[in-house]
Nanobody, 120 residues
């Protein structure tokens, strides 16, 4: 059984910073791409950033230059450093990973989500 557990969300003032973490655990053989998505209130879920197992990254235009995605493969963990936060960054942030469990094929897994609120 594979789990993704997020942490690091909260309330921050505009211009502030937060760092999200997502740790994968369980019966893992290999982790491929990892990423962060978000769902603002009343809107659909959208890509924020993704990182491959070789370290290549992709960002949504709205967060380029402000957010940085990274991963620690030894810890099966992906991070999202969010700087210069804006009220429009307010959303539930979800971790996603393509994971190959032992004796199985690759599946897409999601974390439970963590709330990020940017407000003065």
């Amino acid at each position: 059984q594979v789990q993704l557990v997020e942490s690091g969300g909260g309330l921050v003032q505009p211009g502030g910073s937060l760092r999200l973490s997502c740790a994968a655990s369980g019966n893992i053989f290999r982790i491929n791409d990892m990423g962060w998505y978000r769902q603002p209130p009343g809107k659909e879920r959208e890509l924020v950033a993704r990182i491959t197992d070789s370290g290549s990254t992709k960002y949504a235009d709205s967060v380029k230059g402000r957010f940085t995605i990274s991963r620690d493969s030894a810890k099966n963990t992906v991070y999202l450093q969010m700087n210069s936060l804006k009220p429009e960054d307010t959303a539930i942030y979800y971790c996603n990973a393509f994971i190959m469990p032992m004796s199985s094929t690759v599946h897409s897994y999601w974390g439970q989500g963590t709330q990020v609120t940017v407000s003065s």
